[in-house]
């Protein structure tokens, strides 16, 4: 009851922090409920299967589970036979998926799932989708297509295939998605056996099904069934949904540490202001464990009341996460909101926690508190920071610089996450740090106008050196927000001059052909430019070498080139990249099997381990080799040198030299880095925003007895707005600089790791735009409300 009635007699105090989790919550239920919702469905072309039989699934280099290895002809025959034989299934189809996409006006039709796009005939009866008009085709000229395509039954149709243009003849329209060709035809296109579908009679029993399925099965795969379907997805949608689970994992992130950031810090400022009413308890008999339960379990009600609202807010904004995620292309098609209960338990009880262990070092503090100090100010124990903080401070001082290191020689793919995670530490160091910062740049700040005779910088000079915890509590959240401004715009801006530059140097004097409104290059655009790389990528997968004890016995996915370089382009042999052959347990003279996408088990040679290159490949093949076992395989960009000239005539090609091509390929995921970079920096501020306000609205309400003696001393309204004025502003200015020199070093580190990747020099870059904007929107917003509160306290005591 004590603590219910304390919430409810200085809910002003617990104001800021009530809000803080408020919008922290609110953001994780709503990225938590994105989450839920877009999660992978059942295709819609599967709606009318009973089960799907599945391949045995292979695992990644470090071991996580990844693609499935496909089936050969042989190998899947006997299955099919066993299948057709189980009870209750009226039908079994072999599944088969390809690049398929219709060419009009001499223009590819936009389509994102064309890699996928192109079916057996069979494959139509998995929905099952109604042919609308026509016939089933028959022929290996013939298709049956979309009705929303527009073309009529007996028309002639171009369609682009791995091999390149070919015409078909229109024999047929369905009420679904894709190109249904022979199952002969897509047999050839897909030879390997991927999937096999199983259509059931309604009155059978899905689960007698799957376990007789799987009995036929044995340990040569696995079958699913019910959401267990929705496994199989087309790539341009997996590839979606990871870029929004990544960029709703950011939002998430740097919301749960400014929360935890911002809470803390400002509920160590509101026990700090009550130390006289605590040293009152003491006096009574109050002993320090109830003393720390009390801040607790104040700050648990804050956080439970903060958490229930936030959770009606985060749900109400879901529909507004979801449009921005439409708009920058990174949510699933056709995505629909569903509220689950689990997103908002786990929002609750990350807010109350975060409020619980914010208020850790506050109880910890206040349970210090004498009973003699119910007759002291704040200020007569406020001894700036203790030895034990310092040490704190320097350790945690120590691991930012340790991680900002890090970032110069982390990989590409974790450079950004260890500048993040560097920053978040040095910005705990630096706010830990503060109070040793506060008195000296005090002085060195006011020491100018102490000349002119205005009492205004002595009092301003004498409340920082007097009280540089409380100052330090003012510092903590401007140093977020500036820092992560700084820090986020500053990667955007590094990387937008750096990754072109480097690109562009790279492949200098080329000129190169991509796909122009398509998932690659066909055999068609390969052969009208019959000079330079021209990569042909497939997945195998490879069974690591049994010699080495630290290696299973499970098959291995791996990205495989097929090259025409004279180099490498030698029938029968693979060249490894090191750092590929160690994980495999390979050297070079060594035979190695691997399975390729047809289900084929070739052994290959391997005929040199050369040191690790991402533009030569770590496992490359002769590009034959890759194009007999992968029909439906697409090419990479080509790459023509200067001595030969390229040609764009096929349709769905373009060419750049290399400055275009370095600048498209940045330009492919700019939009989404700096919607991200946006977004995050717009949270980080906003938040820090709010505890500024709140802070100093609290510091201000807190020294009203000050205000009232320094006006009964002679003081005018104006001169005491000024004094008020003039400390927020200087307590923003050292938050400020803090948060900019603890961005500089992993920033640094980026650019190092940048410079060495891309081969070119690359210096610190910052928004000058967004810092200002971070500074001088911190700084309005701490004034207006210090000035507010101050002026409001002048009135309410007149």
Same mark, same amino acid.
């Given at each position: 009851m004590l603590i219910l009635a304390n919430v409810r007699e200085r809910w002003s105090g617990f104001l800021g922090a009530f809000v803080a989790v408020l919008i922290g919550v609110a953001l994780i239920t709503t990225t938590l409920v994105i989450y839920d919702s877009a999660r992978a469905k059942v295709q819609p072309r599967y709606t009318g299967t009973a089960a799907l039989a599945l391949p045995e699934q292979a695992v990644d280099a470090d071991g996580s589970p990844e693609d499935r290895m496909p089936w050969s002809k042989d190998e899947a025959a006997p299955l099919l036979a066993g299948l057709d034989k189980v009870p209750g299934v009226t039908d079994v189809v072999v599944d088969r998926s390809f690049y398929a996409q219709a060419i009009r006006g001499g223009k590819p039709v936009t389509d994102e799932g064309a890699l996928e796009s192109g079916h057996g005939w069979g494959s139509a009866r998995l929905a099952p989708y109604r042919l609308v008009s026509g016939r089933a085709p028959s022929g290996e000229n013939e298709v049956v297509v979309d009705r929303a395509l527009g073309a009529a039954v007996g028309s002639d149709l171009t369609v682009n295939v791995t091999e390149g243009r070919k015409q078909f003849t229109v024999v047929g329209t369905v009420d679904g998605s894709g190109y249904y060709f022979s199952d002969e035809f897509a047999a050839h296109q897909q030879p390997g056996v991927h999937v096999i579908a199983l259509v059931a009679d309604k009155r059978a029993a899905t689960g007698s099904i799957v376990t007789a399925a799987q009995k036929v099965l044995g340990d040569k795969g696995s079958v699913v069934s019910g959401d267990g379907r929705a496994e199989l997805q087309p790539q341009y949608i997996e590839h979606r949904r990871?870029?929004?689970?990544? &960029?709703?994992?950011? +939002?998430?992130? &740097?919301?749960?540490?400014?929360?935890? #950031?911002?809470?803390?810090? +400002?509920?160590?400022?509101? $026990?700090?202001m009550r130390r006289r009413e605590i040293g009152l308890l003491r006096t009574i008999g109050a002993a320090p464990q109830q003393i720390r339960r009390m801040i607790l379990g104040e700050a648990a009600v804050v956080g439970l009341l903060g958490s229930i609202v936030g959770c009606v807010a985060g749900v109400a904004a879901t529909p507004l996460l979801r449009n921005i995620l439409d708009g920058l292309d990174v949510a699933p098609p056709d995505m629909e909101i569903t509220v689950a209960a689990w997103p908002l338990l786990t929002a609750s009880v990350v807010g109350v926690g975060v409020s619980v262990i914010g208020a850790w070092t506050a109880g910890r503090k206040a349970a210090r508190v004498a009973p003699i100090e119910a007759l002291l100010d704040s200020r007569s124990v406020d001894k700036g920071m203790g030895r034990g903080h310092g040490i704190v401070g320097l350790a945690v001082l120590g691991m930012g610089a340790l991680l900002a290191i890090g970032t110069a020689t982390s990989s590409a793919d974790n450079r950004i996450t260890m500048a993040i995670l560097a920053t978040m530490t040095l910005i705990v160091a630096a706010a830990l740090l503060a109070p040793v910062f506060i008195g000296p740049v005090g002085r060195l700040l006011t020491a100018p106008f102490q000349r002119g005779g205005s009492a205004g910088p002595v009092l301003i000079r004498a409340e920082l050196v007097a009280e540089p915890r409380r100052?330090?509590?003012?510092?903590?959240?401007?140093?977020?927000?500036?820092?992560?401004?700084? &820090? &986020?715009?500053?990667?955007?801006?590094? +990387?937008?001059?750096?990754?072109?530059?480097?690109?562009?140097? *790279?492949?200098?004097?080329?000129?190169?052909? $991509?796909?122009?409104?398509?998932?690659?290059? $066909?055999?068609?655009?390969?052969? %009208?430019?019959?000079?330079? *790389?021209?990569?042909?990528?497939?997945?195998? #997968?490879?069974?690591?070498?049994? *010699?080495?004890p630290r290696n299973s016995a499970v098959a291995t996915v791996l990205d495989v080139l097929g090259t025409r370089d004279d180099r490498w382009n030698k029938p029968g042999e693979a060249v490894l990249g090191e750092r590929t052959a160690k994980a495999l347990g390979l050297g070079e003279g060594q035979n190695v099997p691997v399975r390729f996408a047809d289900g084929t088990t070739v052994p290959l040679r391997v005929g040199a381990v050369l040191p690790?290159?991402?533009?030569?490949?770590? #496992?490359?093949?002769?590009?034959?080799?890759?194009?007999?076992?992968?029909? %439906?395989?697409?090419?990479?960009?080509?790459?023509?040198? %200067?001595?030969?000239?390229? $040609?764009?005539?096929?349709?769905g090609t373009a060419l750049h030299d290399a400055a275009e091509y370095a600048l498209a390929d940045y330009n492919t995921d700019a939009k989404l880095t700096d919607s991200l970079a946006g977004m995050l920096i717009v949270i980080a501020v906003g938040y820090s925003v709010i505890a500024v306000v709140n802070s100093m609205a609290m510091a201000a309400h807190g020294r009203r007895r000050?205000?009232?003696?320094? *006006?009964?001393?002679g003081g005018t309204v104006r001169q005491l707005l000024f004094t008020s004025a003039g400390e927020t502003a200087l307590v923003i200015a050292v938050g400020a600089a803090l948060g900019v020199l603890v961005t500089l070093p992993p920033l640094a580190g980026m650019a190092a790791g940048l410079s060495e990747a891309t081969s070119s020099d690359v210096g610190l870059h910052l928004s000058t735009g967004t810092l200002a904007t971070a500074i001088i929107g911190t700084l309005l917003a701490a004034v207006l409300a210090g000035i507010a509160v101050t002026a409001m306290t002048l009135r309410r005591r007149a």
């Open positions: 990871f870029l929004g689970v990544q &960029l709703i994992s950011a +939002m998430a992130l &740097l919301g749960l540490f400014t929360t935890a #950031f911002v809470v803390a810090s +400002m509920l160590v400022l509101a $026990t700090g100052a330090a509590s003012l510092v903590a959240p401007v140093i977020a927000a500036v820092g992560f401004a700084v &820090l &986020l715009s500053g990667v955007v801006e590094t +990387m937008r001059v750096a990754y072109p530059a480097g690109e562009a140097l *790279k492949v200098s004097g080329q000129t190169i052909v $991509t796909p122009a409104g398509t998932p690659g290059n $066909t055999d068609e655009v390969v052969a %009208a430019n019959p000079v330079g *790389k021209a990569a042909l990528p497939t997945r195998a #997968f490879v069974t690591k070498n049994a *010699k080495n690790d290159d991402p533009a030569r490949g770590d #496992f490359v093949v002769a590009r034959d080799l890759v194009r007999a076992h992968d029909p %439906a395989a697409l090419t990479d960009d080509i790459f023509v040198p %200067a001595d030969a000239e390229a $040609t764009d005539s096929v349709p000050d205000f009232g003696v320094m *006006k009964s001393a």
